[in-house]
Structures are given as structure tokens and as C-alpha cells.
């Protein structure tokens, strides 16, 4: 405990130099955001909600902390809210929420929740990371769900293809891509990319019920079982359909080349879309979005959140104000629109959305009311990251041959879950 | 007057008498009070750390440290892990790969920069111009090398792809994107880093040899070969223990260089033990075993650097 103390207040030396000004200025007409949008596309989102939280009139201060993943900024808010400094808000992944609620750093805006309804136009699964005892802490802004495949259209229409229905179909759409002189499967071979991939074919494979089961609950059983392994060897089924050098590629440059016509299909959750409209195309009419075959109805989300901490009384004005602009419907969408994602209630109309988003939208609502909607191990939103790090291992070396058979795979993969628990 | 100059003389004697005295303190006390707040920090955040790591490595910590003691268990995890060769353990992947991009790497930079310093050496036109540019990749952080070299060795969008593009259909290169082949890759990268910064080291080195002993030789009738071979490598063996170390550490140490060659670890074969260590200790909330790792690549940059350390000093002191 004492060196986690020391530790953390050495980290908090080095980001008070950095971050010097953060939190000086209390201020009850300030809102301060801890972020890591800081990609074209994302700050254009953001930007949506810096002008609302303007109209309120409140100024907005800007804290980013660059790097995709939001590790360094996890690492800057640690350290700003051991020292009892913490900003208004902070973006944040599921389990980070958890970490802090369970702590005791996060506010109470349970009023604000209650007043506007939050209860019941959140979808569930999604409240237990925002909702600790019952208190709302976190709201979440957007829902991304990674079971989608991308499809180019044009090489779809010169290979003739329909949309696939289930995972033997989608097999047979891309022997055809094959066989039409096409890369079937964009691909990009890094651990979170198979992992990701790899959570739609148990789900596809084994259905939403099996998925639950064994990512959800870590059920031995289920994670063992022949189930199991035919999800395995249906994943070394696609590995066949993948060009000779997929190993190491971003997964941007995997989307490009389904962008280019070089390739048919990318599976890759809906950030892919971004991608898309970078360059300039349109859902529907240059690219083709579907469900993984096999998982239609079902969502396995990760989630955008903003925690709000406990901060002195003269700044909570502005925490709420903050949280009733994110929960805002039209803010929703506005917001999502420009990110690729979907609202994270589901009571936003999808007007403003192009096909995929509407189609994303109606999934979430239908996949809430079925209870088919769970988080993504692949995307930290099943299990804690030590969890999906243990699974990303399994599933890499299974992919690159490391891991030779699907009943090597599954003793694997129930050791490396054990081992990380 | 004269009581006035007695009094001057007086206090003069007396300064010249506390000056010495007081200036011989500073003297003595100075270099320790500048010294002594890194001394504190050195001896804090690494031996202090080292130690905790130690102690660590002894528990039974996962996400956060703990202080239950668990005796050797996290040290025979680790060598059954070196025998697990099927499926390979990470472990045993990270020692692999450490062999031999290590090896590779610290050999290749020795050898390529005397090379480049002796040929540097021989008094040629546009030494200043081609000095820098040699010693330029060290300008840049191992990230940046590595995704450079990562797009450049990609067959689809860089060499491979140029070369089939002037007509060279049948040209073939792939390591990067083989699992098997990638961690020469990082190698390369690694070689490409930093031979010109050994090459300096070098370079140095060989204008601090005395011109009169080359003359000597040179009188003796010894070829150019002899010459190197025979005095002036000797001379500078020193310069090849410097080099030793530096390139030693920065092997045992690089973590964002295979990272960023390799494309975040594919098929878990681009494990180091950095990585390893890393990873399990910050990720995968095995803290213990993180920190078992890190003892073990302490003690082995030891009983390279110790006897080695221990032969110089004992070799100048004679």
C-alpha cells in the first residue's frame, strides 16, 4: 500500500509538471475534461459536445492526453485523483468506472439520472458499469459493437455474392471472392484484431447463450467444451482466406484495402466506419454493412463513458451540467454521427444515421429488450483486461500456428483465463 | 596612521588565516552536497526499486504488490516455462528471441561500425559530410525506426512491392510478416539504430591512437591488415568494452523497437523479456512473475557485465 502511495505520488510529481495548470483554476462556470480523442474524426465528435456544454454557458477546458489506446491517460487521471485533484470529468472505459466507483472516488448524480430517466433508456448491460449500488457515477456516450462484417460493393456485385446467414454461408462467400481473383478477408494479424474477429465466431458459432457462458460467466465447462473448439477450428477456417501477409497489419490498413476493391471483407467492429467515410464513401452505395452471419440480433458492445469524480461543491454545477448535455438525445446523435458509433440510449431517433448507424440503432434496442446484448472480451467489456490479454494470447498463437490443435487451444485458453484471474 | 595599518594587517592576517580554512571546508564538502542529491535518487529509485522488485518476485502479488511470501514458486514457474517448448510459452518465446536478436545485434554493430570507423578513417574527402549522416538513426526513437522499417519490409507496400514493380517479379522477402523470421527484423532495424552511433564510439577511439606507432609499423613493413590487427584493435579494446555495455543494455532493454516492427506481438512470437516482464506485471496482473522476470534479466546483464567489469579494472590498476 505504501509504495502504491509513493508510487502514485511520484507519477503525480512528473503530471503536475506536465499538466501544471489542471485544476488550479476551480471555477464554478468550467468544465474540465480529461480525454484521449485526439484523432481528426474524434475531436470533431467531441466538439459537438464542447459547443453544448458552451450554450449552458460554461467554459470548457480542454485536457488531452494523447494515445490511442487511453493508456497514458488512465495513467494521468490515477495520479490527479490520488492527489484529490481530479477533473470535472474524465473519458473512461468500463472497468476503469468500476475500479474508481468501487473506490469511492465517483460522484453521486443519481438525482439527475432519476429526474431524466436513465434507468430505463440505458441499455442494462451497460448500466452496470455506469451504476455502482445503485448511484450513477459514468454515462455513457456511444455504444461500438464489433460484430459486423465490411464489405466492398463493387467486388461484391462482380463476384455475384449475397448477404451470408450463418457461418457456412459466409465460408462460401468467400470462396467465391476467391475465386473472382480477389483477397477474400482483409485482415490484420495482431492479437486484438484475431480476438476481436474471434468473439463473433463463438458467438456465431456457438450462439449468443454459449457466449454468455463462457465469456460472460468464464464457465470451465463451456469454455472446454466441443463448442469451443469447432469455434477454434472454424477461426483456423478463415485463416485460409486471408492474403500471405496479414501478420502484424494495422487494422486501418486492413480496412483500406476492402476500401481499394483488394480485398471483399473486413470483420472489425464499427470504428471501421470512420475509415469508410475518411475516404469518402457511403454506406449502402459504396460499402455494404452486415451483422457477422450467424449473430444478427445479438450486440457484443464496448462503450465510450465520462466518469464524473467527487470534486468540491462549487464545481458540481458544472459536473452536472456536463452529464445532462451527454445524456442530451440530440447530442447523442449529433456526437455518434460524426464518431461512427451508436447512442448509448436507446430512445434517439436515428434520423440523422446512414443505413449501418440505423441498423446499429435498431440492433442495440432489439438485443437490449432479447437480452442478447454483452460486452466484448476482445474490447475489455466481458472481463477485466488481465482476462483479455490471456485470451488474445491463446487466440494469436492459435492463428500463427503456435497453438497447433482447437484441443490444445481450449486447455490453453482455460489456463491462461485461470492464471489471470 | 599607523595603529589604521597595524589594524589592516591585522584583520589581512586573519582573513588569509580563515580563508584557507574555510575554502579548504567548501572544497572538501561541495562535490558531496551537489553529489548527494542524485547520489539519493540513484540510490532510491534504482537500488531501492531493485530491491523491492526482489522482494516482490518472492510474493504471491497479482494486480497490486502484496507482502505474503510464496518462497520460489514464482521462480519455477518461470523454468518450467523455459521446457514448455509445446505450445511455446511466452517465457520460453521471450528467452529465444532474446538470444538471438541480442546476439545478432550486438555482433553485427560491433562489426559494422569499427568497419565503417576504419574505413572513415582513412583520411577520405567528406568525412564531415559522411560522418553525420551515419550517426543520424540515433536522432530518431526506436519507435519511429521500427515503424519505418516495419512499412518498408512489408511485401505489400514496400520493398518487395517496389522491386516487383521495376521487374524483379521473382524477388521474394517476407520475414516481417512471418512469425518464424520477424525477430531478424527487429535485428536489422535494431542494426541500422544504432551501428553508426558504435561507429562514432569508434572512430574516436582510433584518432586517440599515437601516429607514431602506426609510423613504426609502417617502418617494420606490417600490411594494413596487421596494422589493425595486430595494434590498433588492441589499443582500442577498451572502446569495444564501452560499446559492449551500451549496446548490451539497449538490447535487454528495447521493448517499443519490437513493438513497432512487429505489429504488437502477432502469434506471441515477438516476445522479449521486456515485453514479458512488462505485460505481466502491468497487464496481466501477474505481478509477481513480472517481477521474477525482471530479477532474472538483472542477474544475467550481471554475470555478463560483472567478470568483464572486474578483468578492465583489475587489468589498468596493475
Known amino acids: 500500500m505504501k509504495f502504491r502511495a509513493f508510487l502514485i505520488s511520484t507519477a503525480l510529481t512528473a503530471v503536475t509538471i506536465s499538466y501544471g495548470t489542471l485544476g488550479h483554476a476551480a471555477d464554478i462556470k468550467e468544465v474540465q475534461m480529461l480525454h484521449w480523442w485526439t484523432s481528426g474524426g474524434e475531436a470533431a465528435a467531441l466538439d459537438v459536445i464542447k459547443q453544448a456544454v458552451a450554450k449552458q454557458g460554461y467554459a470548457w477546458k480542454d485536457v488531452p492526453v494523447a494515445g490511442g489506446g487511453g493508456g497514458a491517460a488512465m495513467t494521468t487521471l490515477k495520479a490527479n485523483v490520488a492527489a484529490g485533484n481530479p477533473p470535472t470529468a474524465s473519458q473512461i472505459l468500463g472497468y476503469y468506472a468500476l475500479e474508481y466507483a468501487e473506490q469511492g472516488s465517483l460522484a453521486d448524480i443519481s438525482s439527475l439520472a432519476d429526474k431524466d430517466g436513465w434507468d430505463k433508456v440505458v441499455p442494462v448491460a451497460l448500466q452496470k458499469f455506469a451504476k455502482t449500488?445503485?448511484?450513477?457515477?459514468?454515462?455513457?456516450?456511444?455504444?461500438?459493437?464489433?460484430?459486423?462484417?465490411?464489405?466492398?460493393?463493387?467486388?461484391?456485385?462482380?463476384?455475384?455474392?449475397?448477404?451470408?446467414?450463418?457461418?457456412?454461408?459466409?465460408?462460401?462467400?468467400?470462396?467465391?471472392?476467391?475465386?473472382?481473383?480477389?483477397?477474400?478477408l482483409a485482415l490484420g494479424g495482431q492479437p486484438w484484431q484475431e480476438a476481436t474477429m474471434f468473439d463473433s465466431i463463438v458467438a456465431s458459432t456457438g450462439g449468443t447463450e454459449f457466449y454468455k457462458k463462457a465469456f460472460v460467466d468464464l464457465d470451465e465447462g463451456a469454455l472446454k467444451s466441443d463448442t469451443m473448439k469447432k469455434a477454434f477450428d472454424n477461426l483456423a477456417k478463415l485463416r485460409d482466406y486471408v492474403d500471405p501477409n496479414y501478420t502484424g497489419r494495422d487494422w486501418n490498413l486492413a480496412t483500406a484495402m476492402v476500401i481499394k476493391g483488394d480485398a471483399l471483407v473486413q470483420v472489425m467492429g464499427d470504428?471501421?466506419?470512420?475509415?469508410?467515410?475518411?475516404?469518402?464513401?457511403?454506406?449502402?452505395?459504396?460499402?455494404?454493412?452486415?451483422?457477422?452471419?450467424?449473430?444478427?440480433?445479438?450486440?457484443?458492445?464496448?462503450?465510450?463513458?465520462?466518469?464524473?469524480?467527487?470534486?468540491?461543491?462549487?464545481?458540481?454545477?458544472?459536473?452536472?451540467?456536463?452529464?445532462?448535455?451527454?445524456?442530451?438525445?440530440?447530442?447523442?446523435?449529433?456526437?455518434?454521427?460524426?464518431?461512427?458509433?451508436?447512442?448509448?440510449?436507446?430512445?434517439?431517433?436515428?434520423?440523422?444515421?446512414?443505413?449501418?448507424?440505423?441498423?446499429?440503432?435498431?440492433?442495440?434496442?432489439?438485443?437490449?429488450?432479447?437480452?442478447?446484448?454483452?460486452?466484448?472480451?476482445?474490447?475489455?467489456?466481458?472481463?477485466?483486461?488481465?482476462?483479455?490479454?490471456?485470451?488474445?494470447?491463446?487466440?494469436?498463437?492459435?492463428m500463427h500456428g503456435g497453438i497447433k490443435t482447437s484441443d490444445i487451444a481450449v486447455t490453453e485458453l482455460v489456463k491462461a483465463i485461470n492464471a489471470a484471474k | 596612521m599607523t595603529a589604521m595599518t597595524e589594524r589592516e594587517a591585522a584583520t589581512a592576517m586573519a582573513r588569509r588565516k580563515l580563508g584557507p580554512s574555510l575554502r579548504g571546508w567548501f572544497q572538501d564538502w561541495l562535490p558531496r552536497?551537489?553529489?548527494?542529491?542524485?547520489?539519493?535518487?540513484?540510490?532510491?529509485?534504482?537500488y531501492g526499486f531493485n530491491l523491492w522488485t526482489l522482494f516482490l518476485s518472492f510474493t504471491s502479488s497479482k494486480a497490486f504488490p502484496t507482502t505474503n511470501l510464496v518462497g520460489f514458486t514464482n521462480y519455477v514457474r518461470l523454468w518450467n516455462w523455459t521446457f514448455e517448448t509445446d505450445p511455446p510459452s511466452n517465457w520460453y518465446t521471450a528467452l529465444v528471441n532474446m538470444g538471438l536478436f541480442g546476439g545478432l545485434y550486438i555482433f553485427f554493430c560491433l562489426f559494422l561500425g569499427l568497419l565503417l570507423a576504419i574505413l572513415l578513417d582513412q583520411k577520405i574527402r567528406g568525412e564531415g559530410i559522411l560522418r553525420p549522416i551515419y550517426l543520424y538513426p540515433l536522432a530518431l526513437s526506436f519507435i519511429v525506426t521500427g515503424t519505418a522499417w516495419k512499412l518498408f519490409l512489408d511485401p505489400r507496400i514496400g520493398l518487395e512491392n517496389a522491386l516487383h514493380e521495376w521487374g524483379w517479379t521473382s524477388f521474394h522477402f517476407d520475414w516481417v510478416v512471418d512469425p518464424q523470421m520477424m525477430i531478424y527484423c527487429v535485428a536489422i532495424a535494431g542494426i541500422w539504430q544504432s551501428s553508426g552511433f558504435v561507429m562514432a564510439m569508434f572512430l574516436a577511439g582510433l584518432r586517440g591512437v599515437d601516429g607514431e606507432i602506426l609510423k613504426a609499423a609502417q617502418i617494420d613493413g606490417a600490411s594494413t591488415y596487421q596494422t589493425y590487427r595486430r595494434i590498433v584493435i588492441p589499443i582500442i579494446r577498451p572502446v569495444f568494452f564501452s560499446a559492449l555495455i551500451v549496446l548490451a543494455h539497449m538490447a535487454i532493454k528495447s521493448y517499443d523497437l519490437v513493438l513497432s516492427v512487429t505489429g504488437k506481438n502477432p502469434g506471441g512470437a515477438a516476445e522479449l523479456p521486456s515485453t514479458f516482464m512488462y505485460s505481466y506485471t502491468f497487464t496481466r496482473n501477474q505481478m509477481a512473475v513480472g517481477s521474477a522476470s525482471a530479477v532474472i534479466m538483472l542477474m544475467t546483464i550481471a554475470a555478463i557485465m560483472v567478470p568483464y567489469i572486474y578483468s578492465e579494472t583489475r587489468e589498468q590498476s596493475r
Open chain 1, 133 to 184: 449500488n445503485g448511484k450513477w457515477g459514468a454515462v455513457p456516450i456511444n455504444i461500438h459493437s464489433v460484430n459486423w462484417i465490411w464489405l466492398n460493393k463493387a467486388v461484391m456485385e462482380k463476384i455475384g455474392g449475397t448477404e451470408p446467414k450463418n457461418f457456412d454461408e459466409f465460408v462460401a462467400l468467400l470462396d467465391k471472392a476467391k475465386k473472382g481473383g480477389v483477397i477474400p
Open chain 1, 271 to 398: 470504428w471501421a466506419k470512420g475509415e469508410f467515410a475518411a475516404a469518402h464513401k457511403e454506406a449502402g452505395k459504396d460499402y455494404l454493412c452486415y451483422r457477422f452471419p450467424g449473430t444478427d440480433g445479438s450486440v457484443f458492445y464496448n462503450s465510450d463513458m465520462f466518469a464524473f469524480f467527487k470534486v468540491p461543491a462549487d464545481r458540481q454545477a458544472a459536473q452536472l451540467a456536463l452529464a445532462q448535455v451527454t445524456m442530451n438525445p440530440d447530442v447523442q446523435s449529433a456526437f455518434n454521427v460524426i464518431k461512427g458509433s451508436v447512442p448509448a440510449r436507446t430512445d434517439v431517433s436515428d434520423a440523422a444515421f446512414d443505413i449501418c448507424g440505423k441498423k446499429g440503432i435498431a440492433d442495440v434496442k432489439t438485443a437490449n429488450a432479447k437480452g442478447t446484448f454483452f460486452g466484448s472480451l476482445a474490447q475489455n467489456y466481458a472481463q477485466p483486461p488481465a482476462i483479455a490479454t490471456a485470451y488474445y494470447d491463446v487466440v494469436t498463437k492459435f
Open chain 2, 33 to 46: 552536497l551537489v553529489l548527494a542529491p542524485s547520489f539519493l535518487l540513484v540510490l532510491v529509485f534504482v
